[in-house]
């Protein structure tokens, strides 16, 4: 069974950068795809960015292009968000998420595994 652990968020003011993390256990993150999703109260659950272990990725939320970043460290069983130029509007739970195929896709639907996620707040 995987278990993924997010922490980093915060309150930070607009204009911030913060960084995210997410932390793998029970399977080696080399052979997992990892995600990053972000829900605010009453709207669905977003993708954010993704990064699949045989080295593709996808497309990120074009809310995020150029912004964020998702990376790994398989070393240390850890995914990151670094998010950059915050705005209010990201502020969301931030939520890690992890699957056995190789495709990362942008639909909450399909992933294996999801940590409880971290709050992060963006003030104005």
């Known amino acids: 069974q995987v278990q993924l652990v997010e922490s980093g968020g915060g309150l930070v003011q607009a204009g911030d950068s913060l960084r995210l993390s997410c932390a793998a256990s029970g399977r080696t993150l080399s052979s997992l795809t990892m995600g990053w999703f972000r829900q605010v109260p009453g709207k669905e659950r977003e993708f954010v960015d993704g990064n699949s272990w045989s080295g593709g990725r996808s497309d990120y939320a074009d809310s995020v292009k150029g912004r964020f970043t998702i990376s790994r460290d398989n070393a240390k069983n850890t995914v990151y968000l670094q998010m950059n130029s915050l705005k209010p509007e990201d502020t969301a739970v931030y939520y890690c998420?992890?699957?056995?195929?190789?495709?990362?896709?942008?639909?909450?639907?399909?992933?294996?595994?999801w940590g409880q996620g971290t709050q992060v707040t963006v003030s104005s």
């Open positions: 998420a992890g699957r056995y195929s190789s495709v990362v896709i942008t639909t909450r639907a399909g992933w294996d595994y």
